[in-house]
């Protein structure tokens, strides 16, 4: 291999890249012999790079070689050691020779480090969220938006009758059944305080009307006839407590709701007044009220902590992602509410496929602030990734060439040593170039979430690459044309990622507006923090 064809590329998708060497003097000469390329291994910990470097031929002197900001030991004999500290998740070993005349020789592979999972399994907690009190004073003030415009007759509709005593089957001499055919208000106001054990919710509805009709008999006589009800406003309160349904996620009950109904107006001409003593229809406004509440908040609940209902098929790519989210602990008091999820994912077609390297969560450090605090473990996309270039959907045809980039091991989100930022890593990916040789390529790729939908939901980005080749079989990659297409092609390989990432659940809260969002990480998770307006 000829090490000065080893270069390091940043590349701008508003700019072009020059990969030639120009003026600069040549490099020394950097073989590096370990590890190898594509290295994936159970432990984390201290790893021994080693490798040998030379003058270039003009006999400039090797200043120093340094590996990941680890100066090397170099030997008289032109051999160096250097010992690096590689943690749980994806690593990139740079290696950078440096001789006394400026002349630089870099070299850059992977190795990723951590437990090894199969494909698809659950990732416990892999969503926690933090909601604050001011944060569900925001989502109140949503629903009541929302709830205006809401088809509310067919939120109740699947419950009709909606009161009912005795049974048309077996007491057809007595009974009586209110059903709901159409409901309307004119206005709605909603407010949610985090309390102990859930969420004090308080509810009005300015000027609602039923309309419905009534089944009944007496003396054994049937009959049905139409029914109005009318009110200045409907007015709530009660505590909604929200349990854990397995598959189904939250599911909400309302304790003790209080109805309040100023200017009662029941218009039920033609019903016997026996039936309407059996029925009372104010009934009929005393279980729509608080049913409709409830049956409208507890979505927009769910949706705001990222939560599905039930397993998911999702297309992406091509293929179908068969996708499960679990709440596995939830807790109210004052100050807001906590959510754990766990998940798991599979690309139909890749249960058999290696799998992926599972790193260690801790407990995320969640701060919601006045708004919505999230985590999401690394594991999650990590599992997917890996699925997605077992079943080489991530392997591309370079544009314009012959040559093909190969995945030889999974992408991975990890945490920068450095600052502790996410990125994206793909490590070592082969490009084939036929009979001419090979070249690896490494990459990186800042990740951030943002605002998305108008800024009600979050969506996961990805940012310009920072990619570095090697070449390993003396091909010239500097004057051969190829940075411009293997840039083109790192780009694709972004997009395929962003369409399969895009599918995690993350919050969306209809009506509401995501701000001064921040992204950080810590503990295995992507944290992110954001502000409701």
């Known amino acids: 291999m000829r090490p000065h064809l080893a270069l390091l590329v940043v590349f701008s998708f508003v700019g072009s890249a020059c990969l030639g060497g120009g003026d600069q003097a040549d490099p020394p000469v950097l073989r590096v012999a370990s590890p190898q390329r594509s290295l994936i291994q159970d432990h984390t910990g201290p790893l021994v790079v080693t490798g040998t470097v030379a003058p270039n031929p003009t006999g400039a002197a090797v200043a120093n070689v340094v590996v990941n900001d ?5 030997n008289a004999d032109g051999t160096f050691t250097a010992t690096i500290d590689v943690p749980a ?3 990139l070993i740079h290696t950078v020779a440096t001789d006394a005349a400026g002349g630089i020789a870099t070299d850059t592979r992977s190795v990723l480090a951590g437990e090894h999972r199969a494909p698809g399994s659950s990732i416990k907690n892999a969503i926690a969220a933090s909601i604050s009190a001011p944060a569900f004073t925001q989502i109140g003030n949503a629903a009541a938006k929302l709830i205006k415009s809401a088809d509310l007759t067919a939120l109740i509709a699947p419950m009709n009758p909606v009161v009912h005593a005795g049974d048309e089957a ?6 009586g059944q209110a059903f709901v055919d159409r409901i309307t208000i004119a206005d709605a106001k909603i407010t949610l305080a985090p309390v102990a054990g859930g969420l004090q919710l308080s509810a009005t509805f ?7 009709h009534m089944r009944y008999a007496v003396a054994c006589a049937g009959g049905q006839s139409n029914f109005e009800i009318k009110a200045t406003s409907a007015s709530l309160s009660g505590v909604l407590t929200l349990s854990i349904n397995g598959a189904n996620g939250l599911t909400s009950q309302l304790l003790n709701p209080n109805v309040q109904l100023p200017g009662l107006d029941i218009s039920a001409t033609g019903i016997p007044g026996t039936v309407l003593g059996l029925v009372p ?3 009929v406004i005393q ?11 507890t979505p927009l609940l769910n949706k705001a902590i990222g939560t599905l209902t039930g397993p998911q098929k999702l297309p992406v790519l091509g293929q179908t992602l068969d996708l499960q989210v679990t709440p596995s602990a939830i807790a109210f008091d004052p100050s807001g509410g906590d959510v754990m999820l766990d998940m798991k994912l599979l690309i139909e077609g890749a249960e058999h496929s290696p799998g992926f390297i599972f790193t260690p969560n801790g407990a995320p450090a969640l701060d919601a602030g006045r708004g919505l605090a999230l985590g999401i473990a690394d594991d999650l996309a990590n599992d997917a990734l890996a699925q997605l270039a077992a079943k080489g959907l991530l392997n591309l045809q370079v544009p314009g060439t012959s040559a093909r980039v190969t995945i030889t091991s999974p992408p991975m989100i990890s945490a920068d040593p450095k600052d502790g930022k996410l990125r994206l890593v793909l490590p070592d990916m082969m490009v084939m170039l036929g009979g001419k040789g090979r070249i690896a390529v490494n990459a990186e790729i800042a990740l951030a979430i943002q605002p998305a939908d108008g800024g009600s939901s979050l969506a996961i980005e990805l940012g310009t690459p920072a990619i570095a080749i090697d070449s390993l079989d003396d091909v010239p990659v500097a004057n051969s044309g190829l940075a411009p297409a293997i840039h083109a092609t790192t780009a694709d390989q972004r997009g395929s990622i962003k369409d399969l990432l895009k ?11 995501l701000t001064d969002t921040s992204v950080t990480g810590g503990s295995g998770y992507v944290l992110v923090k954001t502000t409701l307006k």
């Open 287 to 297: 279980f729509v009220v608080p049913t409709a509440a409830r049956l409208f908040v």
């Open 206 to 212: 300015d000027h609602p009307v039923i309309m419905g």
């Open 89 to 91: 998740g994806a690593t």
């Open 70 to 74: 680890t100066r090397a030991t170099i």
């Open 281 to 283: 229809l104010e009934k």
């Open 503 to 513: 599918n995690i659940p993350l919050p969306k809260v209809g009506g509401l507006t």
């Open 170 to 175: 077996t007491l057809q001499c007595l009974y």
